[in-house]
């Protein structure tokens, strides 16, 4: 119709030389149904195809909106693969289709389904509007069900003032879900890798240690026992081997100090002590609680532990003459390590690193020393009973302790008509 109405108007033109083109269109036009308006453009977009007159024609305006069409779509597609690009980090080459799939909700109303998955796809993601559209249909997967139902109990524990206390990382959390008969989708325990996976997307991570601080001053004139230990942290049994140290936790009321006394064998706290000073009686005073903590146990005779080596820095607490007679009554032997090396007291090091990272910065700031004894007490609680340790096997240290003094029971008193464990 549009070239018949072009032909129609030139021969008119051509008949009657006199008739303009705005002439033959108000003619032509109503009796083809067309208006004027748009059979003059026509004719005037014709004589430009034509070379007849100046301006841009049929092919190069095509041609233009071709190339503004691929522009746009260029930079859609880039637009799409940088917001593809940080959404899928950390997701590997391949992200998992559910991960593909909450990005295009994202993400649709911005750019389209379509384009989305054109990207995606040029890209070697393989993905369809039609998957798309039919992943959105479906159910959730069994895995998806039991992924959601681990990921609760994940969090619950991670908070659980008797479990994770909002420390715990993958390793630790993994063996805390182990130890409380936690499976995975085909009943064999969790794997870690599920946990890491789950606790990355609930935004779980356990706590870090910082910088450890000395805060033990040497007495250069007092006499110092000789270092019994080498660095061997190791012990056969319970009370063979101590190892104490102090540190300091700033509060709103100014710098307190706690001392710890910790059994090697287990790593178990037994004694500790908070105060705003940290004469010789802070340590003095943990010393007494982990001895009446064994003598409470029934692990002493008459107050004294015939063997036991005490392990500390060179602090002038240590080698005061109060703390080394104290130790001699319970028939404790003295041990310290070198000045300014905090590798010869690595273990005790180690343990006020914890104190700091899972205690001290996680509960506060605090006010005054007695809110520190109180978070003190309950995180020594905490850590003796509850938290699993990686050097004993990832269980408590007094299940620890419990476990070898029933296996120690069983050696001694063994059942009538069976052999003993010697």
Known sequence: MRERAQRMVREARRQEPGLSVNAACKRIGPQLGILPDTLRGWCKQADIDDGLAAGVTTAESEELKRLRRENAELRRANEILKTASAFFAGGGARPPYPLIVAYIDQHKRRFGVEPICAALRAQGIAVAPSGYYAHKKRGPSRRALHDAALAETIEATFFDRDKGRGLYGARKMWHQLRRDGVTGQGGEPVARCTVERLM???????????????????????????????????????NQLWVVDLTYVPTWSGTVFTAFVSDVYSRRIVG?????????????????????????????ADGRLEGLIHHSDAGSQYTAIRYGDRLAEAG??????????????????????????????????????????????????????????????????????????AHDTAREDPISGEPSLH
């Open 272 to 300: 500790w002590r908070c105060a705003a000073r940290m004469p010789t009686e802070l340590p003095l005073d943990a010393l007494e609680m982990a001895l009446w903590t064994r003598e409470h146990a029934g692990q002493t």
């Open 332 to 405: 404790a032997v003295a041990s310290i390590g070198s000045i300014g090396d905090s590798y010869d007291n690595a273990m005790a090091e180690s343990l006020i690193g914890l104190y700091k990272s899972e205690c001290v910065r996680r509960d506060g700031p605090l006010r005054t020393v007695e809110d520190l004894e109180l978070v003190t007490a309950s995180w020594v609680h905490w850590f003796n009973t509850n938290r699993l340790h990686s050097m004993i096997g990832n269980i408590p240290p007094v299940e620890y302790e419990q476990n070898y003094y």
């Open 200 to 238: 990355r997307e609930l935004g779980l991570r356990g706590v870090r240690r910082g910088q450890p601080t000395i805060t033990t001053r040497p007495d250069q004139h007092a006499g110092r026992a000789p270092d019994l230990v080498d660095r061997d942290f190791t012990a056969a049994r319970p």
